[in-house]
């Protein structure tokens, strides 16, 4: 008997352990809602996301000029396939859109053929909504021609309000 409720304990433990190792939810303002193609959520069929929590992710650096600034900025950012490996997402292409409903569509490989990054600093500083944050898109336009074309500007949004994470064709 004894050990009849100690492994229903375990077993209490086990499912209660699983519950809590859900993805977090954000603690200050959500600054990115996630969803697609994912396996994990903190909101719904949707995972959101404070600035702390993408500050968490692994940081990438460009330093580039762009056609928005005058001269070379530093960016510091995450890289989608590390928010997509915590959100156990497959998809292969991102539809982001921003606060003014501009939507782009990203193939995931501009993040690991070009120095592309999703920045949330500009030269130490978070980026504000005024200086086209609270987070962009930026390629390393320095370090290849073929990134300063109209495809690549396109691909820049800036203000991210949400992004989708999407298998080839669509869905
Ligand atoms: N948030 C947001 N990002 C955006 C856009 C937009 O309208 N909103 N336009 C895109 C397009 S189509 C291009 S070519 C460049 C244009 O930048 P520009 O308007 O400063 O020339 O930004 C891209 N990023
Ligand atoms: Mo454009």
């Not at 959101?48 to 001269?71: C, H, M, V």
């Not at 978070?126 to 944050?133: E, V, W, Y």
Request: charged share 20%; hydrophobic share 40%.
């Amino acid at each position: 008997m004894k050990s009849l409720i100690k492994g229903f304990m375990v077993f209490f433990v086990a499912v209660a352990a699983q519950v809590w190792a859900e993805l977090p939810g954000p603690q200050g303002p959500v600054v990115l809602e996630v969803t697609g193609d994912i396996n994990e959520f903190n909101h719904g069929e949707s995972a959101q996301f404070d600035l702390a929590q993408l500050q968490q992710l692994p940081k990438y650096s460009i330093r580039t000029q762009n056609p928005w600034e005058e001269g070379a900025h530093t960016f510091v950012g995450f890289k989608p396939a590390d928010l997509m490996t915590l959100l156990k997402a497959t998809g292969s292409t991102l539809r982001i859109s921003a606060f003014n409903h501009y939507i782009t569509e990203i193939p995931l490989t501009d993040f690991t053929d070009f120095d592309a990054i999703i920045a949330y600093e500009m030269d130490g500083l978070p980026m504000l909504i005024r200086t086209k944050g609270p987070l962009m898109v930026i390629y390393n336009f320095d370090s290849d021609t073929i990134l300063r074309s109209e495809t690549y500007y396109g691909r820049s949004i800036w203000q991210i309000e949400s992004i989708k994470i999407m298998r080839d064709g669509g869905s």
